[in-house]
């Protein structure tokens, strides 16, 4: 069982910077890919970037060039760094996590809320 723990959420203007953090309880290298996805009011949960043990990254099309995604083995947690926030990346953000057996483990949500 993996115990994912979201921080880092919260209000901020947009053109604005926000930093998402999760950390999992099992090891970080032992995962076949970590990852975060949002879910916006009214819309399905979407991918907005992974990063898979042998470090290549997938980002969503809305975020290349804004977000990025980074993990540290040491502390099992992945990060998103997240720059240059527009009112549409207003959503609660979810950490995820793909172990060896290909089980996928999510955490509680963390809500990002972009003002204009």
């Known amino acids: 069982q993996v115990q994912l723990v979201e921080s880092g959420g919260g209000l901020v203007q947009a053109g604005g910077s926000l930093r998402l953090s999760c950390a999992a309880s099992?090891?970080?290298?032992?995962?076949?890919?970590m990852g975060w996805y949002r879910q916006a009011p009214g819309k399905q949960r979407e991918l907005v970037a992974t990063?898979?043990?042998?470090?290549?990254?997938i980002y969503a099309d809305s975020v290349k060039g804004r977000f990025t995604i980074s993990k540290d083995d040491a502390k099992n947690t992945v990060y998103l760094q997240m720059n240059s926030l527009k009112p549409e990346d207003t959503a609660v953000y979810y950490c995820?996590?793909?172990?060896?057996?290909?089980?996928?483990?999510w955490g509680q949500g963390t809500q990002v809320t972009v003002s204009s």
């Open positions: 099992g090891s970080s290298t032992s995962f076949n890919a």
């Open positions: 995820t996590v793909l172990n060896r057996a290909y089980r996928e483990y």
């Open positions: 990063l898979s043990r042998g470090g290549n990254t």
